[in-house]
Nanobody, 120 residues
Framework: QVQLVESGGGLVQPGGSLRLSCAAS????????MGWYRQAPGKQRELVAT???????NYADSVKGRFTISRDNAKNTVYLQMNSLEPEDTAIYYC??????????????WGQGTQVTVSA
C-alpha cells in the first residue's frame, strides 16, 4: 500500500536552516498535489506549502520568502527547504499527497510527521 515517510527534522537555532524530505512509495499510479502541513503545541494543523505536479506553488503568509517547496516526480518525493527559521516555526511537520493508486482509487495520504524545533 501507500506510505509517506518524512525525514530531515531536528533541532536548529533561530536563523538556521533545515531541509525536509518526504518520499511516497507503494502502489501509486500518479501523485497530483503534494504539500507540507504543521501542527504546533496547542495549535491546530495548518497548511505550510503546496505544490502541484506541474510545479505551481502556494505558501502560507507566515513562511513566504523563507520556505521553498519543491518536488521530484521521478522519485515521488517532495521537499521543504526552510531558511531563516524562527521559534514560531517549531511544530511537527506532516507531508501530504493527493494521489491515485494503481487500482484507480484516489485518496489523500499523510506521513507520520517529523519534529522541527527552533530554539536557542
Amino acid at each position: 500500500q501507500v506510505q509517506l515517510v518524512e525525514s530531515g527534522g531536528g533541532l536548529v537555532q533561530p536563523g538556521g536552516s533545515l531541509r525536509l524530505s518526504c518520499a511516497a512509495s507503494g502502489s501509486i499510479f500518479s501523485i497530483n498535489g503534494m504539500g507540507w502541513y504543521r501542527q504546533a503545541p496547542g495549535k491546530q494543523r495548518e497548511l505550510v506549502a503546496t505544490i502541484t505536479r506541474g510545479g505551481s506553488t502556494n505558501y502560507a503568509d507566515s513562511v513566504k520568502g523563507r520556505f521553498t517547496i519543491s518536488r521530484d516526480n521521478a522519485k515521488n518525493t517532495v521537499y521543504l527547504q526552510m531558511n531563516s527559521l524562527e521559534p514560531e516555526d517549531t511544530a511537527i511537520y506532516y507531508c501530504n499527497a493527493d494521489l491515485i493508486t494503481w487500482d484507480w482509487r484516489p485518496g489523500s495520504y499523510w506521513g507520520q510527521g517529523t519534529q522541527v524545533t527552533v530554539s536557542a
